[in-house]
């Protein structure tokens, strides 16, 4: 083509299309239009207050069906998929401040951010849904059997209408105690709280979900440098950040609270891991009893297998076996196969709280020196680390007015709906004490939101 020709149909064209570099890149702006709801406005909490005197009635597969209601809900959406830590659902809750409910919505398509973002204000038209219990926590979609489907993409704009607003979450702050099924489905913040030391050691620091035994879930435990409870922070292993590694510091949560597949425990959810923001190098980590563990004597200073035994006999021989709490809840002899174990779970013992001692009887360690402490421990149904082991040269008769000194043991996680692996804690130093020792084993959690199931075996203290 002729050069000079090309120049002119090119400025012709221009002309007649108005082109000029800055329209060329220029892209209008997008408005949302406030929705006209015709119908009636009723709460998050109007709905879950339903839906609770159905499951009094019906048992824990009710469901409330919503047909020519004509009702509608609104609130705030608190999650975001934009990191993959949440998929095909949308979190929110009733309002952006001081938030007092919040529902869970199963929604089949992805990605939502781009449509219903982190603070966007929605209202749910209810007419065709049905709400109900999954996995533990208030759900709306649509109904399928006993359970509760997701929301078809074809259907969305229908159900799920955005508002004009979107507004700034401020998020509820509370503790690891005020954890309740009411703030289930909540922005929440949780301060001074950091992962627990076995997940964050120097030489082998935990990834947020990218561990071998992570399978959908990664599920790490973060404590209180307030209280000492602790509670799981649970990661997709499809999400973005599955690979980063844990911080070591202390500091704060802002996510959802919600609960693990099974239901059966509170569970802390990040929509990226900015939501963490752990920036004081002091941790609060327990003062443990820190003796060498100094290589393997001979001597067998103590020694409990359990083996042909019943609780009661352990007492008889000076075992304190004492829930100080007030309930029945206590440790108990049991077996598989062959093998005999001491075992404790509060699953189904309908105590909200337990504190359970399982203290060995009297321990002369005046005769030897270098002594270890041996044991093998095995969790399984496991919704808490709730299992914690402590010394004392000095105990008064009450674990309550003991001086304990808790021992660096290593508590194994078990999965969720079976049984982990006996795992071989120690050698454990003992060394540093003196005279007469008790080792104590205690269990604090509450039914039904810590439960884990630990056996005990194997028992040994040696020494030289």
């Not at 964050?200 to 307030?226: P, Q």
């Not at 820190?290 to 609780?311: H, M, N, Q, R, Y």
């Not at 440790?331 to 203290?359: C, H, M, P």
């Not at 008790?438 to 939101?449: E, N, S, V």
């Amino acid at each position: 083509m002729n050069t000079k020709n090309f120049f002119w149909i090119l400025i012709v064209s221009c002309t007649i299309m108005g082109c000029s570099p800055e329209d060329e890149f220029k892209i209008s702006p997008v408005t949302i239009d406030e929705p006209q709801i015709e119908g009636t406005l009723i709460t998050i909490d109007a709905i879950l207050g339903i839906l609770g005197q159905k499951l009094v009635e019906d048992g824990e597969n009710a469901k409330v069906v919503f047909e020519d209601t004509n009702n509608f809900i609104q609130g705030y959406v608190v999650s975001s998929d934009k990191a993959s830590n949440f998929f095909k659902e949308l979190v929110f809750q009733d309002k952006h401040t001081n938030p007092s409910a919040g529902i869970r919505v199963l929604i089949d398509d992805n990605p939502l951010f781009t449509t219903y973002e982190f603070g966007r204000k929605i209202y749910i038209k209810l007419d065709g849904l049905s709400l109900g219990i999954e996995n533990g926590i208030p759900t709306l979609g649509i109904s399928e059997g006993n359970t509760i489907g997701a929301i078809p993409s074809f259907f969305i704009e229908e159900v799920v209408i955005r508002s004009s607003e979107t507004a700034a979450i401020t998020p509820l702050e509370i503790t690891i105690e005020d954890f309740t099924d009411k703030l289930v489905n909540v922005y929440i913040k949780v301060n001074h709280i950091q992962f627990t030391k076995n997940l964050v050691l120097e030489d082998n620091t935990f990834t947020f979900a990218a561990e071998n035994h992570d399978k959908f879930d990664g599920e790490r435990i973060v404590e209180s440098c307030t209280t000492g409870r602790n509670t799981i922070l649970s990661t997709s292993t499809f999400s973005d950040f599955k690979g980063l590694k844990l911080p070591n510091q202390q500091g704060s949560f802002e996510g959802i609270l919600t609960k693990n597949f099974l239901g059966n425990t509170y569970n802390l959810v990040l929509n990226d891991p900015l939501g963490l923001v752990f920036e004081n190098e002091t941790r609060c980590d327990p003062i443990v009893l820190e003796c060498p563990a100094i290589s393997e004597g001979t001597i067998v200073v103590f020694e409990e297998d359990f083996s042909d035994l019943k609780i009661g006999d352990l007492e008889d021989s000076g075992w304190i076996n004492s829930n100080i709490t007030g309930g029945k809840l206590k440790y108990k002899i049991d077996n598989f196969g062959e093998n005999q174990y001491a075992q404790i779970t509060g699953y189904r013992s309908k105590e909200s709280l337990y504190k359970v001692w399982f203290i060995t009887p009297d321990i002369d360690i005046s005769t030897s020196i270098d002594e270890a402490l041996h044991f093998d421990l095995q969790a399984g149904y496991d919704n808490g680390n709730i299992l914690e082991v402590f010394a004392t040269n000095n105990f008064t008769g009450d674990p309550t007015t003991t001086s304990w000194i808790k021992l660096d043991a290593i508590i194994p996680r078990g999965p969720l709906n079976a049984f982990g692996n006996a795992t071989p804690a120690g050698p454990i130093g003992l060394s540093c004490l003196e005279g007469t020792i008790r080792i104590g084993f205690r269990y604090i959690g509450g039914d039904p939101r810590a439960t884990t199931r630990y056996h005990i075996d194997n028992i040994k203290i040696i020494g030289k």
